[in-house]
């Protein structure tokens, strides 16, 4: 039997859907527990949050508005966070209000599927489609399904150090990230996304010696000036003065040690300039990574995630 699978909030509109429904297609929804979405526009004195259907108004009272596992209160936050945003939620039924038909509407029940049929039930090494909603010093928070979050923490997102998850990525940006493990008990669900980005090898194959490519410094020790080339590559230049963290760098590509896992460069300029951030490129094609070993066989030193141990 196929498992049902659950997208991050704003996926459909993201794909062509524009979230504005027919009253049969409510009726339709409603019967057979279907989750859609639809944009929240207002969010009025009593917490409940209103969402333009296009034939008609729906409404998510606080207390529908996120699943709680803990059984603990919804907090008004979560309810105003979410107004001009994309919101999945189940169809409950219809009412009356002033002569208007009003869809009565339910996330945290999208939510309580999305996590007991499917978030619940991944394992270890499964891919799915993830949107990055905020960003902080030491994380990046993702939807992983439905509007349920997960931490995906800055030393999980490259390989090539990062000074804030920024440097990668933006809120509303979609990206894939690999399940690390789930907890049942408390209904959490921790990802990975750095495993998805190629090993050193795969990485390193797009140069050569001899090559100048662009960078940038990413790290400033005393004995060198680490650039990124790639985000799951970086090599080492000498220490060189007034450069800053965050400039954009062309580099000579000195020499290439496999057995080392070291790209020796030299730096030629540095200059600051607006990045735009693009999707990652993934190397991983299917939708599950049992083991990922970024380390060249040559190597002595071990860098490896087993996603059947861990």
């Keep these: 039997m196929l498992r049902k699978i659950y997208k991050p909030e704003g996926f459909s509109s993201q794909n062509g859907t524009d979230g504005l429904y ?3 297609a409510l009726e339709r929804a409603m019967t057979k527990g279907q ?4 944009r929240a526009t207002v969010c009025d004195e009593d917490m409940s949050l209103w969402v333009d259907l296009g034939c008609m108004r729906g409404i998510i009272k606080k207390e529908e508005a996120v699943f709680c596992p803990d059984g603990s209160p919804v907090k008004d936050i979560a309810a105003i ?11 409950c039924g219809f009412e009356k209000r002033k002569g208007e038909t009003v869809a009565l509407l339910s996330r945290k029940e999208a939510q309580r599927d999305c996590l007991e049929n499917y978030l619940m039930l991944l394992t270890p090494g499964e891919i799915i489609d ?3 909603t905020h960003l902080e010093p030491f994380g990046a928070f993702v939807d992983v399904g439905c509007g349920i979050i997960s931490l995906l923490s800055i030393d999980c997102i490259s390989v ?7 440097d990668r990525f933006y809120p509303g940006m ?5 399940v690390k493990n789930t907890d049942k008990e408390l209904m959490r669900i921790s990802v990975t996304h750095k495993e998805l980005l190629g090993t050193w090898e795969e990485n390193v194959s797009a140069f050569r010696i001899g090559q100048t490519v662009p960078g940038i410094v990413r790290s400033i020790e005393p004995y060198g000036v680490f650039i990124e080339l790639t985000p799951n590559l970086a090599g080492l230049s000498e220490y060189t003065e007034n450069v800053r963290i965050g400039d954009h760098a062309t580099v000579y590509i000195k020499n290439i ?3 080392k896992m070291k790209i020796k460069l030299v730096l030629i300029d540095t200059y600051q300039c607006e990045s735009e951030l693009y999707p990652p490129e993934y190397y991983i094609k299917s939708d599950f990574i049992e083991s990922w070993t970024y380390s060249p066989e040559s190597c002595p ?3 490896k995630t087993d996603f059947r141990r861990d």
């Design 174 to 178: 979609f990206i894939k990230t690999a």
């Design 301 to 303: 030193k071990l860098i």
């Design 81 to 91: 966070t979410r107004v001009g945003k994309t919101v999945c939620f189940k169809v």
């Design 257 to 259: 040690i496999p057995e």
């Design 22 to 24: 027919t009253e049969s």
């Design 35 to 38: 989750i859609l979405e639809a």
């Design 130 to 132: 993830s949107r990055v």
């Design 160 to 166: 090539s150090r990062i000074s804030h998850p920024r």
